[in-house]
């Protein structure tokens, strides 16, 4: 596995790594996305937006960042920078 420096702080670290991949065609991969999603009683996984975005840069199979391989290729992530429309006022003398 490719090493990346967020690595020591996930929350995987030191499990078994193939619990993250498909092991059979159609197998439930619901137990690794809940450890990282915080669906197992604990906190959820701190550097999921890592894992992910380098599960994308090194086109990974398996879960990563709390999603699946399939999920992540078709999930669009949108950032909107909400403007005022409104005149503006100047402050008014007291």
């Not at 996984?45 to 599960?55: D, L």
């Not at 990563?64 to 402050?91: A, C, K, L, M, N």
């Amino acid at each position: 596995m490719l090493e990346a420096p967020w690595r020591r702080k996930a929350k995987c670290f030191g499990l078994d790594p193939n619990m993250f991949v498909p092991s059979t065609p159609g197998g439930s991969l619901n137990p690794a996305k809940n450890i990282c999603n915080g669906r197992d009683g604990l906190p959820p996984c701190p550097v999921r937006q890592e894992c992910n975005t380098f599960a994308n840069d090194h086109s990974l199979i398996g879960v990563y960042g709390g999603v699946v391989h399939s999920s992540r290729s078709t999930e669009i992530v949108v950032f909107v920078e909400i403007q005022d429309s409104r005149p503006h006022r100047s402050p008014q003398a007291p």
